[in-house]
Nanobody, 116 residues
Framework: QVHFVESGGGLVQPGESLTLSCDAS????????MEWYRQAPGTKRELVAYTTGGGKTDYAASVRGRFTISRDNAKNTVYLQMNNLKPEDTAVYYC??????????WGQGTQVTVSS
């Protein structure tokens, strides 16, 4: 059974920060990769950041230097710290987890709106 909860979205002004959480502590899968995607209205879902079981991380060019992905393996939780938010960061943010067999699972999404 796969169950995880995303939280932390909201409405902020440009330049402010948010931290998203994806809590998979109740899941029974053995998690390998943890990723964050986002999708703005009328656009394709895009990869924002990822972290692998081996500790590798990377970011989309548009967020590099502003966003930080981290994971707490003991809690089966991945975080996305978002600083200096811009209006173009407005989107629904999705957590995507992969197990050791690279089977993927999507979260339900959390809305982030950056507006003055």
């Amino acid at each position: 059974q796969v169950h995880f909860v995303e939280s932390g979205g909201g409405l902020v002004q440009p330049g402010e920060s948010l931290t998203l959480s994806c809590d998979a502590s109740r899941t029974q899968i053995n998690i390998y990769g943890m990723e964050w995607y986002r999708q703005a209205p009328g656009t394709k879902r895009e990869l924002v950041a990822y972290t692998t079981g081996g500790g590798k991380t990377d970011y989309a060019a548009s967020v590099r230097g502003r966003f930080t992905i981290s994971r707490d393996n003991a809690k089966n939780t991945v975080y996305l710290q978002m600083n200096n938010l811009k209006p173009e960061d407005t989107a629904v943010y999705y957590c995507y987890l992969t197990d050791v067999n690279l089977v993927g699972y999507w979260g339900q999404g959390t809305q982030v709106t950056v507006s003055s």
